[in-house]
């Protein structure tokens, strides 16, 4: 079973409230990502886990945060969602080199 | 930074017909490149990567590098309406990581 999964799959949010997106692989994966797809852009990856280890991108260091309770959860969050948020959030996960990806959280910030 | 250029940003063949997308890479010290596909409401899947000079061959798709000019290209001959799809490009980041950098990607339409 190659599954990514993320919950929710649509999100709404207001403008300066929290938004907490969550991932999930059962392929025992060392390494989760997190990428920002906008339209007609490269999907841009905000930050990854190498295990326990977190590391962010040095543009989006204070604009997002995220835990790794155990292998197989991963969430985003966004402490107050400004409207330049909206997009779509691609979660990752690999062992070694091919990146297995779910099918994305749409979030529109109003 | 490292960028990754695809072209055309879109493309339309008929059933049947050959697609060819294309990819320049700017860094000279990539490690090797990947061809995503992503169907809508789906999330990316890897076709194909691919390091050495050369073809590289799977089924219907074709991948061929030029590490000289850091360009590569992916044909997909017979195309069917089921190869239309968003394609993207990435290249491993140079940082020795399994990152991969992005391109924006080429959205292939098949007309039946």
């Known amino acids: 079973d190659t599954t990514v999964k993320q919950n929710p799959r649509y999100k709404l949010a207001r403008v300066g409230k929290p938004v907490n997106l969550i991932c999930s692989q059962t392929?025992?994966?060392?390494?989760m990502y997190w990428y920002q797809k906008k339209p007609n852009q490269a999907p841009k990856l905000l930050l990854f886990?190498?295990?326990?280890?977190?590391?962010r991108e040095a543009d989006t260091f204070e604009k997002f945060q995220s835990s790794r309770p155990n292998n197989s959860f991963c969430s985003l969050y966004i402490g107050s969602a400004g409207l330049e948020y909206s997009a779509m959030y691609l979660c990752?996960?690999?062992?070694?080199?091919?990146?297995?990806f779910g099918p994305g959280t749409r979030l529109t910030v109003l | 930074q490292q960028k990754v250029q695809q072209s055309p940003e879109s493309l339309s063949v008929p059933e049947g017909g050959m697609a060819s997308l294309n990819c320049t890479s700017s860094?000279?010290?990539?490690?090797y490149f990947w061809w995503y596909r992503q169907h809508s409401g789906e999330g990316p899947k890897a076709l194909m990567s691919i390091f050495s000079d050369g073809d590289k061959k799977e089924g219907r798709f074709t991948a061929h590098l030029n590490k000289a000019s850091l360009h590569v290209s992916l044909h997909i001959r017979d195309s069917q309406p089921s190869d239309s799809a968003l394609y993207f490009c990435?290249?491993?980041?140079?940082?020795?990581?399994?990152?991969?950098?992005f391109g924006s990607g080429t959205q292939l339409t098949v007309m039946p």
């Open positions: 860094d000279r010290n990539f490690q």
């Open positions: 392929m025992n994966h060392d390494t």
């Open positions: 886990y190498y295990d326990k280890i977190l590391n």
């Open positions: 990435a290249v491993r980041a140079s940082s020795g990581s399994w990152q991969l950098i």
């Open positions: 990752a996960s690999s062992g070694t080199a091919e990146q297995y």
